[in-house]
Antibody, heavy 123, light 106 residues
Framework: EVQLVESGGGLVQPGGSLKLSCAASGFTFSGSAMHWVRQASGKGLEWVGRIRSKANSYATAYAASVKGRFTISRDDSKNTAYLQMNSLKTEDTAVYYC??????????????WGQGTMVTVSS | SYELTQLPSVSVSPGQTARITCSGDVLGENYADWYQQKPGQAPELVIYEDSERYPGIPERFSGSTSGNTTTLTISRVLTEDEADYYCLSGDEDNWVFGGGTKLTVL
């Protein structure tokens, strides 16, 4: 079964840090780019960033709203992607999803989604 | 950075056709995808590469793009189609979602 499972969410104070994990199974993780998307309560989806595969030099890209504060990494030996979040702000409060694609969508449309993990930034 | 514009809401009666549009300059050069999201659930891919229906998605769902506007069309709308719909597009380094359209089936 193709699956993504996020973990690591929780409550953190403004200015603090948190690291999310995304465990993958059922597809060729090492060959796939991994993306993170977030959604504040009652709001729309926001693309956060992505990391490409080893074949593409693990290249990363980020939304302007998180660039310089968030870092995406991956461990292909563990089939896991990570989102390191530093200097957190209250506006980073959201459900964070990891997402990727299978061979069904060669253009890279996101056909695999995790269930999401909640991050709350509050004092 | 890119922007994609969607109307916040669309309402239709069961059996009618719903058209949800998404506009932005990025659509002139890149594919668009459409995602359906129901309350408390993760998004699900409905249409990819402008007009390709994802496996398992009913034929009632179709997509098209003309110029800088992409359109998700839902024919013979059912109550179960009530959800938020988001378009997505971008290049290799920058992806953007539209603001989302809430489809209400009256």
């Amino acid at each position: 079964e193709v699956q993504l499972v996020e973990s690591g969410g929780g409550l953190v104070q403004p200015g603090g840090s948190l690291k999310l994990s995304c465990a993958a199974s059922g597809f060729t993780f090492s060959g796939s780019a991994m993306h993170w998307v977030r959604q504040a309560s009652g709001k729309g989806l926001e693309w956060v960033g992505r990391i490409r595969s080893k074949a593409n030099s693990y290249a990363t890209a980020y939304a302007a709203s998180v660039k310089g504060r968030f870092t995406i990494s991956r461990d292909d030996s563990k089939n896991t992607a990570y989102l390191q979040m530093n200097s957190l702000k209250t506006e980073d409060t959201a459900v964070y999803y990891c997402t990727s694609f299978t061979v069904v969508t060669p253009s890279g449309a996101f056909d695999i989604w995790g269930q999401g993990t909640m991050v709350t930034v509050s004092s | 950075s890119y922007e994609l514009t969607q109307l916040p809401s669309v309402s239709v009666s069961p059996g009618q056709t719903a058209r949800i549009t998404c506009s932005g300059d990025v659509l002139g050069e890149n594919y668009a995808d459409w995602y359906q999201q129901k309350p408390g659930q993760a998004p699900e891919l409905v249409i990819y590469e402008d007009s390709e229906r994802y496996p398992g998605i009913p034929e009632r769902f179709s997509g098209s793009t003309s110029g800088n506007t992409t359109t998700l069309t839902i024919s013979r709308v059912l109550t179960e189609d009530e959800a938020d719909y988001y378009c997505l597009s971008g290049d290799e380094d920058n992806w953007v979602f539209g603001g989302g359209t809430k489809l209400t089936v009256l």
